[in-house]
């Protein structure tokens, strides 16, 4: 079924540790996206990517980084995790940025608690 | 700044009708977008509004008015599975969606 999927589900991380949230999408989607989502706050957009190769940040970016060697994949990272980055995490696609049709897919979601 | 603004919460009776309102304030306008969200899942697109007037799709239906900045999703015949958060979001003038915070819609038997 074609979609996209994140791993992990869920992780509990100790502060200051590294993690990896991974995204993967097989709708050949140009544009690509990271949310967080938090309790009473809409979706916030940490970073995005317009196509392979480029990424640019959003309403969120600090102590997150993104990476987008091919059309698949949209890796998001934390070098140094915080108890405020406690939050559910979700990885999105739409076929172009630049649209204004641009109905976004979103994966499951992973659900990151930092101690 | 930006501002999406809508109901924390709001009840309603199984086969009723809820109208739920979404008003905002944004960088420019390149369209506005209902989404459906139940509990612990990802949100799912309902609906997209760029002019003025009524959307419908099925039981539901979306309003636009973009002089008022305002808009509202409209669900008749209220079934229980339609118990989700309604998120309303619109595209800024830099094509990013700006996300309201959501409206819990809770259905009653």
């Known amino acids: 079924t074609a979609g996209i999927t994140q791993a992990p589900t869920s992780q509990i991380l100790a502060a200051g540790r590294s993690m990896t949230l991974r995204c993967t999408q097989d709708m050949r989607h140009n544009a690509m996206y990271w949310y967080r989502q938090d309790l009473g706050l809409g979706l916030r957009l940490i970073h995005y990517s317009n196509t392979a190769g480029t990424t640019g940040k959003g309403e969120v970016p600090d102590g997150y980084s993104v990476s987008r060697a091919n059309t698949d994949d949209f890796p998001l990272t934390l070098a140094s995790a915080v108890p405020s980055q406690t939050s559910v995490y979700f990885c999105a696609s739409s076929d172009s940025l630049q649209s204004s049709y641009n109905e976004q897919f979103f994966g499951p979601g992973t659900r990151l608690t930092v101690l | 700044g930006q501002n999406i603004d809508q109901p924390t919460e709001m009840t309603a009776t199984e086969g009723a009708i809820v109208q739920i309102n979404c008003t905002y304030q944004?960088?420019?306008?390149?369209?506005l977008f209902w989404y459906q969200q139940h509990a612990g899942e990802a949100p799912t697109f309902l609906s997209y509004?760029?002019l003025d007037g009524l959307e419908e799709k099925g039981r539901f239906s979306s309003f636009l008015s973009r002089s008022k900045g305002y808009s509202y999703l409209l669900l008749k015949e209220l079934q229980m599975k339609d118990s989700a958060s309604y998120l309303c979001?619109?595209?800024?003038?830099?094509?990013?969606?700006?996300w309201g915070a959501g409206t819990k819609l809770i259905i009653k038997p």
């Open positions: 509004n760029v």
């Open positions: 944004t960088s420019g306008f390149n369209g």
């Open positions: 979001a619109v595209l800024d003038s830099n094509y990013q969606l700006i």
